[in-house]
């Protein structure tokens, strides 16, 4: 399964390169820092160019389990939103909670700047080291529970980089398509 409707949403999951789709934000794999990286993180700072950083700058950081937004340069968004997901610990140092938090602040942040679409990527699941089948569910809730509320964004779109994280994310998307239809 690679589409649910939600109410007036829309969930998608698709593979590609987060830089090159159109959306109303985009959702950066963040650090701490704010200091640019690698994976989605660097991938987004290169294509959106050096005003993404400056403003970055300005902000200076941001927790665990958050989320904070800047213009998106030169990506096809308005906006970019940099979500940082917890470092795996073994699953038993809150990333569960905090995964979960960077997915919902950063939707509560497309919302606010009320875009109507937004694109994610399966934050914590690189560098970071959170399995992709433990993360994956926990990516999909959120963003149904944001559907669920009617609010903007209504299109939600997970741009998964490689078959193993598309294939997590459909397994996910399909257990939890199958629960709903049993509630």
């Not at 950081?61 to 795996?88: E, K, Q």
């Not at 294939?167 to 239809?181: G, H, I, K, M």
């Amino acid at each position: 399964m690679r589409e649910l409707r939600v109410g007036d949403g829309t969930l998608r999951l698709i593979q590609g390169d987060i830089t090159k789709i159109p959306a109303g934000a985009i959702v950066n794999a963040a650090n701490g820092a704010l200091r640019g990286g690698g994976g989605v993180d660097g991938a987004i700072h290169r294509a959106g160019g050096p005003s993404i950083m400056e403003e970055c700058r300005k902000i200076g950081g941001c927790p665990t389990g958050s989320a904070v937004a800047t213009g998106a340069g030169n990506l096809p968004a308005r906006y970019v939103i940099h979500a940082v997901a917890p470092v795996w610990q073994g699953g038993d140092h809150d990333e569960p909670d905090l995964l979960a938090s960077a997915y919902t602040k950063s939707l509560e942040l497309a919302r606010e700047r009320k875009v109507e679409s937004v694109t994610l990527p399966s934050l914590g699941t690189g560098a970071y080291g959170y399995p992709l089948e433990q993360a994956a569910p926990i990516a999909l809730r959120a963003a149904l529970e944001h559907l669920r509320t009617g609010s903007p964004p209504w299109e939600v779109t997970f741009v998964l980089w490689g078959d193993a994280a598309l294939t997590a994310f459909e397994r996910a998307l399909s257990s939890l398509a199958a629960e709903a239809q049993q509630d």
